[in-house]
């Protein structure tokens, strides 16, 4: 079965900076990949996602300051987290499209402090 191996998680001040990285152990193609985030609580919401034409959506609380991109050929996704806020604390979650299947990670946890 395909695993999704996350990393890039950890403690930063608000205002820094962290990078998500996740690869899809495969030898199939992602058709597309993603974060999700999800906080006690609460349901899992999107943070980004990027698409086989790397046509990205964010959720309106991080546009324009998350970044995602992909590396195709290593079934790879990053998420570029900067200027980060206290309420981005989260357990974010990799999410991967793969043969018409959805395939989640095992989540990372990021937390911010001021």
């Known amino acids: 079965q395909v695993q999704l191996a996350e990393s890039g998680g950890g403690l930063v001040q608000a205002g820094g900076s962290l990078r998500l990285s996740c690869t899809a152990k495969s030898i199939y193609s992602t058709y597309a990949m993603g974060w999700y985030r999800q906080t006690p609580g609460s349901q899992r919401e999107l943070v980004a996602r990027i698409g086989p034409n790397s046509r990205t959506d964010y959720a309106d609380s991080v546009q324009g300051r998350f970044s995602i991109s992909r590396n195709s050929a290593r079934n790879t996704v990053y998420l570029q987290m900067d200027a980060l806020k206290v309420e981005d604390t989260a357990v974010y979650y990799c999410?991967?499209?793969?043969?018409?299947?959805?395939?989640w990670g095992q989540g990372t946890q990021v937390t911010v402090f001021s």
């Open positions: 999410h991967a499209y793969v043969r018409g299947s959805d395939v």
